[in-house]
Structure formats: structure tokens, C-alpha cells
């Protein structure tokens, strides 16, 4: 009986044993199944996230995509305010490799934006007529496990080109063989190109202001010269210098202009756009003082209330008017020998005090195109491009009328224009656009145009006075042949030596190449000797002359992530 029990105990043990056994087995299963069911949940947690976050950038690619159409639509808009339905329609739709882009019309106008006020952004203390767009886009996962919307705020700013004391579309050169000081209070500085500054000699070039490109800035060589005097960039305010140019190199102009100018130069790698003249065609912003189709408004020709064409005077209309107001006819002609065209130029003579006078001329230039600005002159000499032969002159210009020409004068030619003599000096609203423009001494004698400056029969008067905007060509640099740079855009034919000094307050605008005013600069002392320059801005951006051009700048302001 024992050994009967003693067997019973062993076999209930080992069926204990069974049971723990399976039991244990049971809870290893249980963590197992959990823990695979966990990384089960955990991958497809990671793989959702993943899809999100990839769904949330292919929102912002097309976010960002629909910004730039938007912006490229802007820069050859003639309207100031486009139909948001226009803009929607013009833009192609974006595709995406597994995704789909949800929004059809992804751009709206924020209501009521539309004013003049000063901009956001890059350009904050310049007055815009601005407007803010939303730019709304939503990607979808095409395997449905993701949907994301991104909403960008973005603000397109009209700003007038002559709020700018420069604004070159080109490379900008400065180098002045004499001290020379560019800026003024919002005198700022803009290229959209490169921009190369130095100073030759020893001069020193101080830019008193803001300066910014969407290409890079230079220092040290230009004209094939290796220079090394100062530039000195102040604070924009005329106050200390902040840093000076001869003690970096071309690499750090980037890399310290935020930490040490304080944001005063800003170049590509700061994020600068080009800012366009809204024409249909941004390349060729030389058409704006071409005649051409009157459906181009954007041309002078078609916003001119008086349209003067090889000495015949027509209203916007066509009709012809008289300006012999008491047999004093303000056109005129005379020639001379320029030498740097090395060419006899007939120019057709504005002699403005009598052009003001005249009450016929004030009401042609007072009853515009409808959308134009009063007080725009337009005058044309037919000549073939490479032919400077023909061009335009103002002369008797030294007053402007705030009774007679009340919006001030705009006088825009596709010829030559010279300027002989003080120009504005009461510095009304005034501006000038040419192929180019030469400045002429009230000391400027026609007859002693082909003399030799060591005659003594070239000097310029001791000093002369031009204020006003001006917007003109250029003959570019081309491998050692330099431009001639800003301090040569006005162009000089005179001995400005010995402390002869030409005064200028405007704005210097450089959109276009010299088609007809080609003769290059070639620093010869027989050509010209540079005067004292007195170079500030005066354009007050509340009282701008007629005709002012604007600028296009898409103004980034908010981005977030809309909550699907």
C-alpha cells in the first residue's frame, strides 16, 4: 500500500509540473504575441509617421511651387492688381509621383491688403502699393494613409524704382578715382546682378547705405586692376563705419555682412531675389523707351500726353500741336563733334523754359492716356541702333514750374539726351530716360567740340547742378574694356579739372544697354577729365516725378501646417 502511494504523489507531481509547464508556455506565447503585436503597431506608427512627414513635404514642394508660378506670373503682369482667377488659371498643375495635389485654384487674395503702405520684409521703410496672397496646397498619400495642407502668406510689393538711389539690372561697378560718397537717408543700393566695389588711387568709396543683390559682392579687382583702398559701409544712417573693405576678401563679404553690417548687405546666399520691372518682356527693358504698339502701356511713347517725332509736336492723340506760343518755338536743332562717339551729332533741342511757358504744351503734357501721369514728354529722332548721330538735347532747364508743370517732367527719349547746363535746381519732381545720358557744361560751346582739352577750349563751367531721376543705358564692361562704372553713368565730354564740380541729387537707374550711344569709355584725358562729384539722393518717395517705374518684389511673410 505504501509503494501504491508513493507512486500516486510522483504522478500527481509530475502532473503539477505539466500544468506549470503549460502555463509558462502559455504567458511566454502571451508576451510574445504582445511583443510582436506592439512591433507591429510601433512599424505601422513609424510608417504612418513617415507617409505624414513625407505628405507634409510634398505639400511644401508644392507650396513652394505655386509660390515661384505665382511670382513669375507678377513679374510681367501690367496690373497692379490681377484677377486671382487669371493667375489660377495660368499657373500647370504640379505632379508629384505618388501623391495628389488637391487645391485646383491654390492662390486668394487676402481681402481688403490692397494700399499703399510701407513694405514687409527686405525692403521695410520703402512706400509699396502692396497686396497679400494666400497660397494654399494639400497633398494626399496615394495610399491613403496621409494628407497634409501647407498655407504660405506671401505679400507682392509695388516698390517705385526711384525710392532706390541705385538700381542697376546689371553688374554694378563703382570705381571712383576721386573720394566718392553713394546713399543718403533710404538711399539704397540694389543690383540684380553682381556687384563690384573699389576704389582706385587714393580714393575712398563710402556707401552710406543698404545694399542688396541676388548675385555676390566683390572687392579687390576690377578692370583687371587689383585694388586695395577702403570702401567703407556705414550704417545706413550716415553714422560709424562699420567695417572696411580692405581688411576682408571676397570670401567673407557673405559670411560677415548679417553679423557685422547688421543686415546692411545682403546678397544670394541671404536669400535676395531680382526685383523686375513688371513688362511683358523682363530681358529687354530697353523696349520701354522704344516706340511700339499702343497696346503696350508699359511704353513711354503711349503714356506721353506730348509726343514730340522728328520735330513734330502731337497730343496723346495724334493731332498736331502748335508750339510757336508767341513765336517761341521751344524745338530747335544744332550739332557738335562728340568725342567720345568720334562722331558729328544733330541734336534736337527741348529749350524747356520755353516749352513750359507755352499753353498748349502744358495742356497736351496735363492731359495724358488714360492710366498715365501728367507730365511726360516723349521725343523720338528716327535712327538705326548703332546710330548716335541723331539725339536729343535739354537746354534752359535750370527751372521747373511748380505752377506751369505742376506733377513735375518726365522727358523719355529711345535717342542720345544730353543736358547742357544746370538742370531742376529747385529739385522738383524730375526725371530723365535715354539710351543714354551726357552731362554738358553751362560753359559747353558747339563749335569747340572737336577741340583738344589742352586748347583750354573744353572746360567746364566751375560747377553745374542736374536733379533729377535718371534712367539710362550703358556700354557694359567686355573683358578689360570697363564700363566706366557709376561714376561715369552720367556721361562726361568735358575738362571737369581743378575743382570743377557737377552737383547731382536723383536717383542713377541702369536697366538696359546703350543701342545707339555705343562709343565706349576708355578713361582717355583727351575725352574728359573727371569733376568733383557731389552725388546725393533727393527723391522725395512722396512727390515722385511722373512716369516713375515700379518694381515687383514677392515678400514671404508666414508659412504654417493647416490641421487636416
Partial sequence: ?????????VRQDRGSAMLIALIILVVVFLIGGAALNMSWIETKISSNDMAAKQTLQAAESASEYETVQLKNYLSTSLSWSPAVGTINSSISPLSISGYTIVESSPIALV?????????????????????????????????????ATVM????????????????????????????????????????????????????????????????KMHHG???????????????????????????????????????????????????IQALNVPIPSTSNYGEMIRQGSSSDTFRYSNQAGLLIIDGVAKDKNGTTVNLSCSGNNPISTASFWDIRENRTVTVRQIDITKLQNC????????????????????????????????????INGSSLSSSNLPNGLMVATDNPLYIKGDYNTANRPAAI??????????????????????????????????????????????GSNYSGGLENFPRFME????????NFSGSWVCLWQSKKAT??????????????RNWNYGIDPNNLPPGTPRVRNLQRIQWYQVRN
Fill in 111 to 147: 481681402a481688403g491688403s490692397q494700399k499703399t503702405k510701407t513694405a514687409s520684409g527686405t525692403y521695410n521703410g520703402l512706400t509699396a502699393w502692396c497686396q497679400r496672397f494666400t497660397v494654399t496646397t494639400t497633398a494626399q498619400d496615394n495610399n491613403g494613409r496621409a494628407k
Fill in 495 to 502: 575738362n571737369w579739372g581743378s575743382g570743377r564740380t557737377f
Fill in 221 to 271: 579687382t576690377l578692370d583687371g586692376r587689383s585694388l586695395t583702398q577702403p570702401v567703407v559701409i556705414t550704417d545706413g544712417l550716415g553714422g560709424h563705419p562699420q567695417l572696411t573693405t580692405d581688411s576682408i576678401s571676397d570670401a567673407n563679404w557673405e559670411t560677415d555682412s548679417m553679423a557685422t553690417w547688421k543686415g546692411n548687405v545682403q546678397t544670394d546666399v541671404h536669400g
Fill in 1 to 9: 500500500m505504501g509503494n501504491i502511494r508513493l507512486f500516486a504523489v
Fill in 152 to 215: 504660405r502668406v506671401v505679400e507682392d510689393q509695388l516698390i517705385p524704382l526711384f525710392q532706390f538711389a541705385v538700381f542697376y539690372n546689371g553688374p554694378l561697378e563703382i570705381l571712383p578715382g576721386q573720394n566718392m560718397t553713394i546713399g543718403g537717408t533710404n538711399g539704397r543700393i540694389h543690383s540684380n546682378s553682381d556687384i563690384y566695389l573699389a576704389a582706385d588711387g587714393s580714393a575712398t568709396l563710402t556707401i552710406d547705405d543698404r545694399i542688396t543683390t541676388p548675385g
Fill in 519 to 532: 562709343g565706349r569709355w576708355n578713361g582717355q584725358p583727351d575725352i574728359y577729365t573727371p569733376p568733383a
Fill in 359 to 394: 499753353a498748349n504744351a502744358r495742356n497736351a503734357l496735363s492731359n495724358p492716356p488714360t492710366g498715365a501721369d501728367a507730365g511726360i514728354l516723349y521725343v523720338s529722332e528716327t535712327a538705326a541702333d548703332g546710330d548716335s548721330s541723331k539725339a536729343v538735347r535739354l
Fill in 433 to 478: 530716360a535715354a539710351d543714354a545720358v551726357i552731362i554738358q557744361s553751362s560753359n559747353w560751346n558747339d563749335a569747340n567740340g572737336n577741340q583738344s582739352q589742352s586748347s583750354g577750349k573744353r572746360d567746364a563751367s566751375s560747377s553745374d547742378t542736374v536733379n533729377a531721376a535718371i534712367m539710362a543705358g550703358n556700354v557694359p564692361t567686355s
